[in-house]
């Protein structure tokens, strides 16, 4: 199975780390840069989210200030947005953009957006076998070893299984993610927060943090092929 110490299924792993640093790189780069230029208009990013938020019906949904930085998100079980103090109080493309996208989340689940439902349904559920998969994955492993070959297998198949379902999460979260910023920039847009000549900094942030969920599907997907190599050599 491998050639000492090295397991040579890890090479499938490298192409989507060097893409998810990337990833990581350009949402760095791309909200330090804005971050620093102001809108036009002066808006905060808590209200720019109140009007997006009061012009789609969600008076109701409160703003509130979180802890650390882009740390900004929407809560579906309890119905709030939380900001950031950075994004809150900014009057940066920055922060009027994120606070766009999170707005989107809320609009999402205002409209009972269906990949938003289904993302929030199975969430519970993969936050459990995720934590499992792992585990039932190196124990299958380990009584495969000893010889043990009908129950080892079980057992590395039902790791597979809730490794499969966080691919399957994964998926799901990036439609989510790429509809959200676009009913961000049409609400930036059409409410007035940017000014046509401000939407390609919006743009650029909001694609910046998108390819970090096409990173996490692409390393969830590369661990799910390198799972299966391994178990098709056992």
Do not use: C
């Amino acid at each position: 199975m491998y050639f000492g110490m090295f397991d040579p299924t890890i090479v499938i792993l490298i192409p989507a780390m060097i893409f998810a640093l990337y990833a990581q790189g350009k949402v760095k780069s791309a909200y330090n840069r804005y971050v620093q230029i102001n809108n036009r208009r002066g808006i905060t990013g808590h209200q720019a989210a109140r009007m997006i938020l009061d012009a789609n019906g969600l008076h109701h949904v409160p703003v509130e200030i979180t802890s650390g930085t882009l740390t900004d998100h929407y809560d579906p079980k309890n119905d709030v947005m939380r900001l950031s103090g950075e994004v809150y109080h900014g009057t940066s493309i920055a922060s009027v953009s994120i606070a766009a996208h999170e707005s989107g989340h809320a609009i999402q689940d205002g409209t009972s957006y269906a990949f938003l439902r289904f993302r929030n349904a199975i969430a519970p559920v993969v936050s459990l076998v995720s934590v499992a998969s792992w585990p039932l994955i190196l124990i299958g492993l380990a009584i495969i070893w000893t010889g043990n070959l009908t129950t080892g297998n079980l057992i590395f198949d039902l790791g597979i299984l809730f490794f499969a379902a966080v691919v399957l999460f994964h998926t799901v979260t990036l439609p989510v993610e790429l509809d959200a910023s676009k009913r961000a920039i049409r609400q930036l847009v059409n409410l007035g927060i940017i000014e046509p000549a401000e939407t390609a900094g919006a743009k650029k942030v909001l694609s910046a943090a998108a390819m970090t969920y096409v990173a996490a599907l692409a390393t969830a997907v590369a661990n799910l092929i390198r799972i299966l190599m391994i178990r098709g050599r056992d």
